[in-house]
């Protein structure tokens, strides 16, 4: 065995240079970056305010359609990892804008995409053969390799959040995609033939789950507002959330998608939620009122249609100044899947 005194750190240099054209690299030099003790990532917090950005989003119909575009859509990029398409170190987050008459031709792919309505209504996203008309507030996916295109009929733009997996997607190296070949799927299943076939408190006897993914494609906002309106009435505000729900697949009790968990909470006039983090780093859609959170040391002013960040292990507080309803998306399912994920509800 080598004794103490023999070893010698100053010949080090030459070791790494032995190593390195073997495609060798000393793990003592970078441990410290793989096990700290705590995660450290890039993402920042940081807030997109509707009324900053609405204009440049309209203009961008003036320069390319919705079908050249395939998806026209502004993607939010995080402050903190600019040219990495993404919201967070996980998920992509973008605002889609439809105008009037157009239609985004019908594609899948591996990753999940989920919508969250902001402004307009009566456009349509089509998956799988059955076209889901959405209002605003309304939470749609489009599940690992369906088929999805979308189409706005209606007389005025529509706008929605997109959150996808595709950061996630891509660290897996499984991203699969076609197009469709025709602009629109047909439609062999009437519009709201999921809903009410799987997303009633009932399933056909003899359902069988096909998939990990939700059979309901659309989650109305006039049901989930009842939810939180009706159950206010009666149940105790938590002190980090408010009243706060998550959307469930009917399959299984899971989250709507493997990857994404989507969540509305509301907070009452002059709530103030108590100091709280997670380690999924969350996006948030001001769905109604105003208030402000503060994230890390830095406060965000929001009202409706606003989207803000929560990065991954940042202590966060929400003030609500109105009622005030949020919608949020992490990755929190695929890190509880895998044993990963982690809360702290002490005062941070
Ligand atoms: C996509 O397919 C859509 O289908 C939206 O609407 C955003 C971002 C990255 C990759 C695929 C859509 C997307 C996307």
Known sequence: MTIRS???????????????????????????????????????????????????????????????????????????????????????????????????????????????????????????????????????????????????????????????????????????????????QGNPRPSGDSLARYGSGLLPVDHEQRSPSSPVFNYPYTRTREALETMCKTDEWDPCHGLKLRYVNPDNGDSPMPTIGTFMQLLPKGFETSGYRCSDGTVYSVVEGTGKSIIGDQTFEWGPRDHFVVPCWVPQKHIASEDAVLFSFSDRPAQQKLGLWREDRRNA
Not at 19 to 40: G, I, Q, S, Y
Not at 145 to 164: C, E
Request: charge should be negative; proline fraction near 8%; aromatic fraction near 10%.
């Open 6 to 184: 023999e070893v010698r750190p100053d010949l080090l240099p030459y070791y790494e240079d032995d190593c390195d054209p073997k495609n060798l690299a000393p793990l003592w030099k970078v441990l410290h970056t793989f096990a700290r003790k705590e995660p450290k990532s890039g993402c920042e917090p940081y807030i997109w305010h509707y009324n900053e950005i609405r204009d440049t989003l309209m203009k961008s119909a003036d320069l390319i359609t919705a079908e050249q575009a395939e998806r026209r859509v502004l993607i939010l990029e995080n402050p903190g990892m600019r040219g990495r398409y993404r919201v967070t170190t996980s998920l992509f987050a973008g605002l889609q804008l439809i105008m009037p008459g157009e239609i985004a031709p019908a594609h899948r792919h591996t990753q999940a995409a989920l919508r969250f309505i902001v402004e307009g209504s009566g456009a349509y996203t089509a998956v799988d053969g059955e076209k889901t008309i959405m209002e605003e507030g309304d939470f749609v996916i489009t599940p690992s390799w369906t088929w999805h295109d979308h189409g706005n009929p209606s007389d005025s733009p529509m706008v929605w959040l997109d959150g996808l997996d595709v950061p996630l997607v891509e660290t897996l190296d499984t991203t699969f995609a076609e197009p469709y070949g025709e602009k629109s």
